[in-house]
């Protein structure tokens, strides 16, 4: 007996619910990937986090705990893979934007890691969200599967590099950002549809000239451009109207209707914001000045909402990148201090005060410093000693170079 087919028309809307992408709203839009790139504020949150998180400074490190001292391991092959390139076709900037955008868009993001000699990574291959399935197994421990094609891979957890956002309900899937604001898009899209709409279809009616009487044709025409004429224009603004036959000149302002489209449209834009976490000055939505407070808005941005990315990536690069060994002693360090540099003068008066300038002791050497500015180093050997009054003299001690290298 053979088995049943179901046909169905193209304009069933069984058919067309099936293929509609994303999760439904009560707006009646369905909220994909697409429709969440579309919206202005929601675009500018995603490429803001991700582009800043992407070009900041990601160093290898190894701790030195019996000497107290750290340091960066460049000759290990991740030092290149995750500040540099990671695979053939991608630089380290283009890699981290798209993993980021995808932990940010769908909760999670995925990652193959090929390996070579002493099973060290070679090459990081980022994997489409929509080609991997997870799940944790009667064992815990997570698999993973990859469809490549008519191919259905199983990846080892060991293999996959991969990071969600940090809401989560189970513990293993993270929940992006189409999901959970997936209402506020719903509303946002509408509203501009809406406008869209009024713009296309509406009305646009500028100041209206009343007559007490019926007039012809060429009259009504006549009475149009004499008053174009004496009145449109910059040169002839703030002029006195001046009104025969008893008319009346009516204003014909925008309506509480459209006032009210316009207001929801900014009131989606800050419930967007809140789901990022990024200050509003940073979505371009705040019509005040913020200059003076550019510096404390950095700060804002960094510890609130890149910081829990940063963690994320750093401790799921430790889980899956190090080696057992590795991980006793290196890290990854994602120096978050490159955007918070300040400006020439607030540079100049930190590493002054490094170098033990108004009789504080010092931490710095100057050749340490010449190296944050990529400078050669000088040659005089008093460059690489430690000023007077530092750790070697009996001062304060000496930073640990992970929190304070702006490279």
Known sequence: MGATVLAYSINDPVLIEFMREGTPTSSGVHI????????????????????????????????????????????????????????????????????????????????????????????????????????????????????????????????????????????????????????????????????????????????VLEHPKALKADRVEQLRQQFEERHSGAANAGKTVVLEDGMKLVPHGSSAKDAQTVETRKYQSEEISRFSGVPRPLLMMDETSWGSGIEQLGIYFVTYCLQPWIVAIEQSARRTLLSFDEKKTHYLKINEGALLRGSLKDQADFFAKALGSGGAPGWMKQNEVRDKFDMNPAEDESANELPAGSQAAGGVQKPKEESASVE
């Open 32 to 207: 994909g990937v697409t429709q969440a790139e579309r919206n202005s504020t929601m675009f500018r949150a995603i490429t803001l986090i991700a582009s800043s998180l992407a070009m900041l400074p990601k160093h290898l490190m190894k701790r030195d705990d019996a000497a107290g001292t750290t340091e960066k391991v460049r000759e290990h092959p991740l030092y290149e893979l995750l500040q540099y390139q990671p695979n053939n076709y991608q630089t380290a900037y283009d890699f981290w934007c798209q993993m980021l955008c995808s932990a940010m868009l769908h909760g999670e993001t995925y990652a193959y890691v090929i390996r070579g000699v002493r099973k060290r990574p070679l090459k990081i291959i980022p994997l489409e969200f929509q080609s991997v399935s997870s799940k944790l197994n009667a064992n815990f421990d997570m698999e993973f599967k990859y469809q490549n094609g008519s191919k259905n891979i199983t990846i080892a957890a060991d293999d996959m590099f991969w990071f969600k956002s940090p809401f989560t309900s189970d513990g293993i899937h993270g929940k992006g950002w189409v999901k959970v604001a997936a209402e506020a898009l719903g509303l946002a899209l509408s509203a501009e549809k809406a406008m869209a709409s009024l713009f296309k279809s509406g009305t646009f009616v500028g100041d």
